[in-house]
Protein backbone atom coordinates (compact mmCIF):
# COMPACT_ATOMS: atom_id res chain seq x y z
CA UNK A 1 0.00 0.00 0.00
CA UNK A 2 0.83 3.75 -0.60
CA UNK A 3 -0.03 6.70 2.11
CA UNK A 4 -2.05 9.43 0.11
CA UNK A 5 -2.17 12.77 0.95
CA UNK A 6 -4.68 15.28 -0.79
CA UNK A 7 -4.43 19.08 -0.45
CA UNK A 8 -5.44 22.23 -3.09
CA UNK A 9 -9.18 22.54 -1.90
CA UNK A 10 -10.58 25.66 -1.06
CA UNK A 11 -13.54 27.89 -1.60
CA UNK A 12 -13.65 28.79 -5.34
CA UNK A 13 -16.75 31.12 -7.46
CA UNK A 14 -18.69 28.98 -10.04
CA UNK A 15 -16.47 29.19 -13.39
CA UNK A 16 -13.06 29.20 -11.82
CA UNK A 17 -10.63 26.73 -11.20
CA UNK A 18 -8.74 24.82 -8.61
CA UNK A 19 -5.83 22.32 -8.56
CA UNK A 20 -5.73 19.43 -6.82
CA UNK A 21 -2.87 17.42 -5.59
CA UNK A 22 -2.04 13.65 -4.10
CA UNK A 23 1.20 13.27 -2.80
CA UNK A 24 1.93 9.61 -2.26
CA UNK A 25 5.32 8.08 -0.07
CA UNK A 26 6.40 4.54 -0.76
CA UNK A 27 8.64 3.43 -4.07
CA UNK A 28 6.28 1.91 -6.02
CA UNK A 29 3.65 4.60 -6.71
CA UNK A 30 4.74 4.60 -10.21
CA UNK A 31 3.58 1.10 -10.46
CA UNK A 32 -0.34 2.06 -9.31
CA UNK A 33 -3.31 3.35 -11.02
CA UNK A 34 -4.42 6.35 -9.17
CA UNK A 35 -8.01 7.50 -9.15
CA UNK A 36 -10.22 10.78 -7.85
CA UNK A 37 -13.46 10.35 -5.74
CA UNK A 38 -15.75 12.86 -3.87
CA UNK A 39 -18.51 12.30 -1.63
CA UNK A 40 -20.63 14.94 -0.38
CA UNK A 41 -23.17 14.33 2.90
CA UNK A 42 -25.74 11.29 2.49
CA UNK A 43 -24.19 10.44 -0.91
CA UNK A 44 -22.21 7.36 -1.88
CA UNK A 45 -19.01 8.45 -3.03
CA UNK A 46 -18.26 9.16 -6.70
CA UNK A 47 -15.42 7.95 -8.82
CA UNK A 48 -14.23 11.07 -10.95
CA UNK A 49 -11.85 10.17 -12.84
CA UNK A 50 -8.51 7.69 -13.13
CA UNK A 51 -5.08 7.79 -14.74
CA UNK A 52 -3.28 4.48 -15.60
CA UNK A 53 0.35 4.11 -14.02
CA UNK A 54 1.83 5.12 -17.12
CA UNK A 55 -0.02 8.16 -17.29
CA UNK A 56 -1.56 7.31 -21.28
CA UNK A 57 -4.79 5.94 -19.92
CA UNK A 58 -7.40 8.34 -18.36
CA UNK A 59 -10.97 7.72 -17.61
CA UNK A 60 -13.33 10.35 -16.46
CA UNK A 61 -17.13 10.27 -15.37
CA UNK A 62 -19.44 11.75 -17.44
CA UNK A 63 -20.42 15.20 -15.21
CA UNK A 64 -16.81 16.09 -15.45
CA UNK A 65 -15.73 15.29 -18.98
CA UNK A 66 -14.43 18.24 -20.81
CA UNK A 67 -13.48 20.21 -17.48
CA UNK A 68 -11.75 18.26 -15.06
CA UNK A 69 -8.31 16.91 -16.41
CA UNK A 70 -5.82 14.14 -14.62
CA UNK A 71 -2.29 14.02 -14.73
CA UNK A 72 0.43 12.33 -12.97
CA UNK A 73 4.43 12.85 -11.87
CA UNK A 74 6.00 10.06 -11.42
CA UNK A 75 9.47 11.19 -10.27
CA UNK A 76 7.15 13.69 -7.74
CA UNK A 77 5.35 10.81 -6.43
CA UNK A 78 1.75 13.30 -7.19
CA UNK A 79 -0.62 12.91 -9.13
CA UNK A 80 -3.05 15.79 -10.23
CA UNK A 81 -6.53 17.14 -10.52
CA UNK A 82 -6.90 20.30 -12.50
CA UNK A 83 -11.05 21.29 -12.30
CA UNK A 84 -11.84 24.39 -14.51
CA UNK A 85 -15.38 25.70 -15.34
CA UNK A 86 -16.34 24.63 -11.76
CA UNK A 87 -20.31 24.07 -10.86
CA UNK A 88 -21.65 24.22 -7.29
CA UNK A 89 -22.26 20.91 -7.88
CA UNK A 90 -18.75 20.22 -7.83
CA UNK A 91 -18.75 20.77 -4.49
CA UNK A 92 -17.66 17.86 -2.51
CA UNK A 93 -14.95 16.09 -0.39
CA UNK A 94 -12.59 14.81 -3.04
CA UNK A 95 -9.90 11.98 -2.01
CA UNK A 96 -7.63 10.08 -4.45
CA UNK A 97 -6.95 5.92 -4.15
CA UNK A 98 -4.86 3.60 -5.17
CA UNK A 99 -5.28 1.12 -7.44
CA UNK A 100 -2.55 -1.76 -6.96
CA UNK A 101 -3.87 -3.36 -10.39
CA UNK A 102 -2.34 -0.37 -12.22
CA UNK A 103 -5.59 0.68 -14.39
CA UNK A 104 -7.12 3.54 -12.75
CA UNK A 105 -10.51 3.05 -14.01
CA UNK A 106 -13.90 3.55 -12.32
CA UNK A 107 -13.50 -0.47 -11.68
CA UNK A 108 -10.33 -0.29 -10.10
CA UNK A 109 -9.82 -2.25 -6.83
CA UNK A 110 -8.66 1.07 -4.67
CA UNK A 111 -7.17 -0.30 -1.47
CA UNK A 112 -5.33 2.83 -0.42
CA UNK A 113 -7.09 6.25 0.35
CA UNK A 114 -5.91 9.39 1.36
CA UNK A 115 -7.91 11.91 3.73
CA UNK A 116 -9.74 14.00 1.63
CA UNK A 117 -10.00 17.51 0.80
CA UNK A 118 -12.98 20.04 0.79
CA UNK A 119 -13.46 21.84 -2.59
CA UNK A 120 -17.10 24.47 -2.41
CA UNK A 121 -17.82 26.16 -5.52
CA UNK A 122 -20.18 29.35 -4.29
CA UNK A 123 -22.99 30.41 -6.79
Known amino acids: QVQLVESGGGLVQAGGSLRLSCAAS????????MGWFRQTPGKEREFVGG????????YYADSVKGRFTISRDNAKNTVYLQMNSLKPEDTAVYYC????????????????WGQGTQVTVSS
Open 26 to 33: GRTFSTYG
Open 51 to 58: ISWSGHTT
Open 97 to 112: AADYTGRGSSRSPYDS
